[in-house]
Structures are given as C-alpha cells and as structure tokens.
C-alpha cells in the first residue's frame, strides 16, 4: 500500500501510512509522519506487531531525512509498546505526558535509551523541527489522565489520538457526519471522561485554524465545515462519569 499525502508544498509533507493491521482482534490505528526540511516527526507509531513495517515505511518517506521526534498522545500499547525499538533503531527522542515517563518502560525499554524519552509538562510544549513549530496542546482525560493532541500549523491538522476514534468505518474521510455517528458514539460515552472536558477542548481548539481533525483511529475530518461539525459534537456530548456514575453501587450477593 502506498502513503497518503495529506499536504505537501515541497518542503512541508503530511503523510498518512499505508493502514497496517495488526490482526486478530487488535484495533485498528492511523500512524501520522510530519516532515519539514528533511526533519521528520512520527505520531503514536504502535505495537509490536506493525513495528517492523511502520519503522521501514517512516524511513522510506523521510527519503534520507533524520527522524527528530517521536509523539506520544498517552500510554496505551497500541502507540506505546514498541518504543524501545524505535530508540534502539533511530536518533529521535520521545515525548509523552510526564505522568507516563515512568510507565513506559513496563514496555521493556533497555536503560541506555531511557534518556531519551522526554515527559511533556501538562501544559503542553512546541516541538522546533525543520523551519516551523509544532504544537503539543492538552488533551488531558481525553480518554488518558496524561493525555496531549497535535497541532501543525503549516498543514493545519490537528492531530487527535483517541478522540474522533471510529470504529467499523470503512472509509478514510468522513463524508456525512450524521452516517458516522454510529461509528463514534460507544467509544466517545465510555473512553472520554465528562463533558466539562469536553466544552474545554471544545472551546480551546476553536481558537486553532483547522482544516483537518486527524483522529488515531478509524476516518479522518476534512475542511471547516465537517471539522466544525465534529467540534461541536464534542462540546454537546454528554459522556464518562455524566452516564455511569449511577453504577457506583457494590454488587448484591447472597450470604452462604
């Protein structure tokens, strides 16, 4: 499978991989590059099982160029479990939220690139790469309680990880926003934590200029119209504690 190119103005590039599919009952995830004069930044690279062939596509597209960063949206396996190969086979340097710095190397990371991941302070950062800034804003319990997304201003796509997740669509851009709705809805009310965060990232990006919402996993938002959309959805959506706090109940059972 070829890249997809998201945005290219011949020194800036974008660069969808080609949709590798760990198999069996493992989700489904989009793994993001951003290069900018020749420096290369890969989003959320995954697990175990496409670490090979995500690592050797990165390569391909960076075209001789180095690999300066890599993000980490938050800690889960499928973004998180190979990173020790990729310090063991690159120069970049890892960033994740600092709540997880100590987690990650659960994952087995060899002491000696430790180092290297970097934590991200909960207020977020700008990553210097190539002639442009990178922006890592938060995103915290957006469904992780370290959690960031990422703005490139140049392409304009803000980088999502979990949320906007889909599962089920087979298509790569969203076309008809109230279709997708079932593709969205059992994810969003149990992986994100209430609405109050959601009305604060809600009211937070707004002040961004997006042109594509580029979630970790599942169909991606494209142009003002459908991005908008999908911002305000995410400001309404009643979710988490706002609908399960009633199970706070222990379990009834029978005394023998």
């Known amino acids: 499978m070829t890249n997809i190119i998201l945005y290219d103005d011949g020194v800036h590039r974008n660069v969808l991989l080609p949709d590798f599919d760990a198999g069996g009952i493992a989700v489904q995830s989009n793994q993001h590059l951003i290069i900018d004069a020749g420096e290369g930044m890969v989003l959320d690279p995954g697990g175990h099982q496409i670490y090979r062939r995500v690592l050797a596509q ?26 020790n190969g990729w310090l063991m086979a690159t120069e970049a340097t890892a960033y994740i939220s600092e709540v997880w710095t100590r987690f990650v190397s659960h994952f087995g990371m060899n002491h000696f690139v430790e180092d290297r991941l970097i934590p991200i302070p909960d207020e977020g950062m700008i990553f210097e790469m190539g002639g442009t800034n990178l922006m890592a804003v938060p995103a915290h319990f957006m469904h992780s309680v370290g959690n960031f997304h990422l703005y490139d201003p ?103």
């Open 58 to 83: 990165t390569h391909d597209a960076l075209d001789g160029g180095f690999l300066r960063y890599i993000f980490l949206s938050h800690q889960d396996p499928d973004i998180v479990a190979a990173m």
């Open 154 to 256: 140049i392409s304009k796509i803000l980088y999502t990880g979990d949320l906007g997740t889909s599962i089920g669509a087979e298509y790569r851009l969203v076309e008809d926003f109230d279709a997708h709705l079932p593709h969205m809805v059992n994810f969003h009310t149990r992986y994100m934590v209430s609405n109050r965060v959601m009305k604060a990232w809600a009211a937070m990006v707004r002040s961004l200029d997006i042109e594509i919402i580029a979630p970790q996993h599942g169909a991606l938002f494209a142009g003002k119209e459908m991005v908008h959309r999908f911002i305000d959805w995410c400001a309404d959506l009643k979710c988490g504690s706002d609908l399960l706090i009633s199970l706070f109940k222990a379990p009834a059972y029978v005394q023998r």
